[in-house]
């Protein structure tokens, strides 16, 4: 196999090497989205348990009120029993002052019991809608995951491929000449080949000398890019 052939075949392998890189950064976002996915959910979640909890604090206060109530009724019902037994205006008077005290206190408690229900009210519409939110989201979500999924195997599936391929093209370079393509790919974080296209070099954008130019036309031996170090090889514009 001539120079030519072997630098045609480490020019696929680049693009394979690239092609893999690509479907690898896919496969990465794509649990990325996952995580994205999942984190949105459970901000959801916690807005729900968050106001749930705080839903708490009314309920208790109206049972409370409610309690106090009952008690303030039980009182102004004993206190009217005693009203039949008085003697004197003196004491039935006390009676009566006594029970207005107690409804006036009853009457503050429940204006206290309305507004706890509508806070109540209010919080369990709101958690209704928040469920109804997290509902919608985990359908979208879910609908979403399925495509993504289908979308990993098949990129899973290419990744495989590739790697298959990228052997097959490997066993036909020359142990050498793949020894320079990886030293080289490690040097420059990924791409050890670069076209050169109008005496410029498509790794660097720097402009190659004249003389190695010409020579590249030739395909007869390996050439570097005297700037980035990377292999290069002629390609028409």
């Known amino acids: 196999m001539n120079m ?28 990325k989205r996952f995580e994205i996915f999942d984190s949105d959910l459970r901000r959801v979640e916690q807005v729900v348990k968050d106001e749930e909890g705080l839903l708490g604090e009314p309920k208790k206060k109206y049972h409370l009120y409610e309690s106090d109530v009952q008690m303030n009724n039980s009182q102004i019902g004993k206190t009217q029993e005693k009203l039949k037994a008085v003697k004197t205006n003196k004491e039935y008077q006390s009676f009566l002052k006594e029970i207005e005290e107690v409804k006036t206190k009853s009457s503050q408690i429940e204006d206290e019991m309305i507004r706890c229900l509508d806070l109540i009210e209010g919080s369990e519409d709101g958690i209704i ?11 979208q979500v879910d609908s979403e995951k399925r495509i993504i999924e289908r979308e990993t195997g098949l990129n899973k599936k290419k990744l495989g491929q590739l790697d298959a391929d990228r052997k097959n093209i490997s066993e036909k370079i020359t142990p050498g000449l793949l020894k320079k393509f990886f030293l080289v790919r490690e040097q420059t974080k990924g791409v050890a080949v670069s076209p050169v296209i109008n005496a410029v070099c498509h790794g660097c954008h720097m402009n190659i000398p004249p003389q190695m130019y010409n020579e590249l ?21």
Do not use: G
């Open 4 to 31: 030519k052939e072997q630098i045609e075949l480490l020019i696929k392998l680049q693009e394979m090497e690239t092609e893999t890189a690509n479907v690898e950064s896919v496969l990465n976002n794509i649990a």
């Open 129 to 139: 809608k928040k469920k109804d939110e997290y509902l919608k989201l985990k359908e």
């Open 217 to 237: 036309h030739r395909f007869d031996s390996l050439k570097f890019c005297p700037h980035c170090q990377r292999i290069i090889y002629w390609k028409e514009a």
